[in-house]
C-alpha cells in the first residue's frame, strides 16, 4: 500500500492546483511541527496573501499518526518546494549549522523557513512586548518591571555558560554537559520578589551558572580556546551576551523564567486594582458588581503570552520575513504562483 508521505510534494500540489479555476489563488501547503505552531506561523504568512495571488494552507504533519514535531517533519524535506513549504524550530540548527546533514538542509533550503530563534516560545518572550502582555492580563498599565534590562541582565548570567553547551554539542558529545543539564541550572527556582526586580532569584541562577562554569574550565582547560573560538562565530551569527535569552531552551525561558516573572507581577497588579475598589464603593453590592466585571475583562497570562505575536521589531522575526520575501520573489520572477 503507497503511504500518504509520497504524494506529500511540491509537485503534487502543483498538479492539485491545476485543477482549481484560473481565478482560484494556488493553494501552498505549510506543514509546521505540532498544533501550537499553526498560530504562530499563521501571524507571519497571512500578512503576504494580500500581496500575491496564493493561500496558505497551515497544518501539523502527523504521517497518520498521533507523532508530530521536528523529527516527523525532516520526513517531508525532499518533497518541500514552491507548493509545500516547511516551517519549524531552529533549535541548535541556526547556530551549529553544519551539526548535521538536517541542519546544513534546514539552513541552505530556501523552501524550509525557521525561528532562528531557539523555538517560536523564545519569539514569544521578545523583551519589547512583554509589558503589553501584562496590560492585556490585567487592563492595567502599571509597568513592575523593566522587561528590557531583565531579560538583558538574565542573558549576561547564562551567556558565557551556553557558549560551552554549544560547544559540546557542536563536537557531538552528548554525555559531558546536557542540554538537559543546561536547562535545569538557567532555571529559575527561588520566590521572585518583585520589589527587588527578582534579584535574589536571579542571584541564584548566577550561583549555579558560575559553579558550572569553574567545574568545566577546571575540567576542559585545554578545550577554553576553542569554547571562545566557537562563541566569536556565533556572535557573527547574532548571538550575544544580552539577548542570549532568544537562542537558549525555549520551553525553559517561557516556563521557567518569563511566565514565573508575569505571573507574579499579574497576580501584585490585580490586586492592587482590587483593594482601590474596596476603597472606591460605597456598598457590597457596588464592590461586587466592579469585582465581578474586571475578574470578566482580564485574563490568564499564560493564555495572553501564547498568543503574543508582537515581536516584528525582533531582529530574527526580521530573517524569517527576509526568507518569506524571498522566496515569493523568487517565484514572482518565475511566474510561478503569482
Known amino acids: 500500500m503507497t503511504s500518504l508521505i509520497s504524494y506529500l510534494s511540491s509537485d503534487y500540489q502543483k498538479a492539485y492546483n491545476g485543477l482549481a479555476p484560473k481565478s482560484t489563488p494556488k493553494s501552498v501547503l505549510v506543514y509546521v511541527e505540532d498544533i501550537d505552531d499553526v498560530s504562530f506561523w499563521y501571524s507571519i504568512l497571512n500578512r503576504h496573501e494580500k500581496h500575491v495571488s496564493i493561500k496558505f494552507d497551515i497544518q ?73 502582555i501584562c496590560v ?41 554537559f546536557t542540554i538537559s543539564e543546561f536547562n535545569n541550572i538557567i532555571k529559575i527556582t527561588e520566590d521572585i520578589i518583585i520589589e527587588e526586580y527578582g534579584a535574589t532569584a536571579l542571584k541564584e541562577v548566577e550561583k549555579r551558572v558560575e559553579k558550572k562554569l569553574s567545574e568545566l574550565k577546571r575540567s576542559f582547560q585545554e578545550h577554553i580556546p576553542q569554547v571562545k573560538l566557537l562563541a566569536g562565530n556565533i556572535n557573527e551569527l547574532g548571538l550575544s551576551n544580552e539577548n542570549a535569552y532568544f537562542f537558549v531552551h525555549g520551553h525553559t525561558v517561557y516556563n521557567n523564567v518569563v511566565i514565573k516573572f508575569l505571573e507574579k507581577i499579574c497576580k501584585i497588579i490585580k490586586e492592587e486594582h482590587k483593594v482601590k475598589i474596596d476603597i472606591a464603593c460605597a456598598t457590597q453590592d457596588n464592590k461586587r458588581q466592579r469585582l465581578n466585571h474586571y475578574r470578566n475583562i482580564v485574563s490568564d497570562v499564560k493564555t495572553a503570552l501564547s498568543k503574543n505575536a508582537r515581536f516584528e521589531e525582533c531582529f530574527l522575526f526580521k530573517k524569517i520575513n527576509n526568507d518569506i520575501e524571498q522566496y515569493l520573489n523568487m517565484h514572482s520572477s518565475k511566474n510561478v504562483i503569482i
Not at 497518520?64 to 518546494?81: P, Q, Y
Not at 492595567?140 to 560547544?167: A, D, G, H, M
Open 136 to 176: 492585556e492580563a490585567t487592563h492595567s498599565t502599571t509597568e513592575k518591571i523593566n522587561f528590557i534590562e531583565l531579560l538583558n541582565q538574565y542573558s549576561k548570567i547564562i551567556y558565557e555558560l551556553f557558549t560551552w553547551n554549544l560547544y559540546f554539542y557542536s563536537i557531538h558529545d552528548n554525555i559531558t
Open 60 to 132: 501539523p504533519y502527523s504521517n497518520n499518526s498521533l507523532a508530530t514535531g521536528k523529527k516527523s517533519l525532516e520526513k517531508l524535506f525532499n518533497g518541500a518546494g514552491e507548493y509545500l513549504i516547511i516551517c519549524l524550530d531552529s533549535d541548535y540548527d541556526y547556530l551549529i549549522h553544519d551539526h548535521s546533514e538536517i541542519s546544513k538542509e534546514i539552513n541552505k533550503n530556501p523552501y524550509i523557513f525557521q525561528t532562528y530563534a531557539y523555538s517560536t516560545e523564545n519569539l514569544k518572550c521578545f523583551a519589547e512586548s512583554l509589558n503589553n
